[in-house]
């Protein structure tokens, strides 16, 4: 690692570059620890179109595939096998910088089946499950900021599981999200879990928020809406991190903190740029801020490290300038609640699809095999 690139000053800067990636290609390649070496990579996030990508495309799954085709595995026990090996292995690969940064970065994510994004109850279940079958204290579960998904969030902080929250895009949802986490450390505490063995990020969604006010602007074609184009995504996660900053300086949060509790970390997700007039590097440059988690596909990655520009923090004095933002998208008639409903339902939906892609695939790798 070079200390002079941009994603070395990222790093200086307090920003964790996790990659939005993983396939048993880059694990076995040797790829996945050349990103730790050369790009200052010290995580990875996983979702189920990351997933259903690496098993269509790849052919290191086909002895697996095999194995459990010939055991007689169902298409959701090789999915759950198939998928859990991968982050295993990822996450042996991960430990060194685990270790070193004391449980902070190091980190795999992988995420409970979409169709439990309003099932409280089998989330629960099926992350247990996940974290029992990975077993590896650099695991993370993800699992999504529906409403239902936040008394899942609470039991399993509350059981000493470390937890990747995803598909965040509002506020108040940031909000009951740092919430359900406090509820999840204090049952924990209760338990006489050790606090300081619990990590969390918090996922707030970037780019997807910008696509939706920026289609909504384009419909309303004033000059005032256009010129409020590609504003709001970048504005919207500068205020979490205003969000954030208040809820861990709450008599509450410092009470855990000072049990040894780790704070909940923002991460910034969906950080490629969907609109190709945008700068490449937008969603990275503008949310510098220490403590930070930027989860970045390789595109934006190699993007960053090739040309872009980091001048420090950019996030903490931004916050008057941000929420004015927000205040004049209204004024133009973007409402944000419905921007934000519209994204989480979205999201889940698009996870849904991608989920059934991969039973679809592998249920045709099982069909092959046979």
Do not use: C
């Not at 690139?5 to 990636?21: E, F, K, N």
């Not at 940064?101 to 994510?109: A, E, H, N, T």
């Not at 006010?213 to 309303?220: F, H, N």
Request: hydrophobic share 45%; net charge negative; glycine share 8%.
């Amino acid at each position: 690692m070079t200390e002079s690139t941009p994603l070395a000053q990222l790093s200086a800067a307090g920003v964790s570059i996790w990659l939005d990636d993983l396939s048993r290609e880059r694990i076995a390649s040797g790829g996945l620890q050349k990103l730790i070496d050369e790009k200052n990579v010290v995580g990875v996030t996983t979702n189920p179109t990351i997933f259903a990508g690496a098993l269509k495309n790849g052919h290191a799954y086909e002895a697996q595939v095999t194995t459990l085709a010939v055991a007689g595995a169902s298409v959701a026990e090789a999915v759950f096998e198939i998928t859990t090996d991968d982050v295993a292995a990822a996450s042996d690969i991960f430990r060194p910088v685990y270790d070193a940064s004391g449980g902070f970065d190091g980190r795999v994510s992988i995420e409970v089946e979409p169709g439990l994004a309003n099932d409280t109850a089998g989330t629960i279940t099926q992350a247990k499950q996940l974290w029992a079958k990975v077993d590896r204290p650099n695991a993370m579960i993800k699992i999504p900021a529906t409403l239902a998904g936040l008394g899942a969030i609470t039991e399993t902080i509350g059981a000493g599981i470390s937890v990747n929250v995803t598909l965040i895009f509002s506020l108040a949802r940031h909000q009951q999200v740092i919430d359900a986490y406090l509820a999840g450390l204090e049952k924990a505490q209760a338990a006489g879990i050790d606090l300081s063995t619990i990590h969390s990020v918090a996922s707030f969604f970037v780019s997807r928020v910008d696509t939706e006010i920026d289609k909504r602007l384009i419909a309303i074609g004033s000059e005032e809406a256009i010129a409020l184009k590609s504003a709001g995504g970048v504005a919207n996660a500068q205020l979490a991190y205003q969000v954030f900053e208040r809820a861990f300086s709450t008599e509450r949060a410092t009470a855990l903190l000072a049990a040894g509790a780790n704070k909940q970390r923002p991460l910034w997700a969906s950080t490629g740029v969907k609109d190709p007039s945008l700068p490449d590097t937008l969603y990275v440059t503008n949310l510098v801020a220490p403590g930070v988690v930027n989860t970045m596909p390789e595109k934006t990655l190699d993007a960053t490290l090739d040309h872009g520009v980091i001048t420090g923090d950019t996030v903490t004095g931004s916050y008057a300038a941000a929420q004015d933002v927000l205040d004049r998208l209204a004024a133009v008639g973007v409402s944000y609640d419905e921007v934000t409903a519209v994204l989480e339902s979205e999201g889940v939906d698009k996870f849904v699809v991608s989920w059934s892609e991969l039973l679809e695939t592998v249920e045709g790798a099982l069909e092959a095999a046979r």
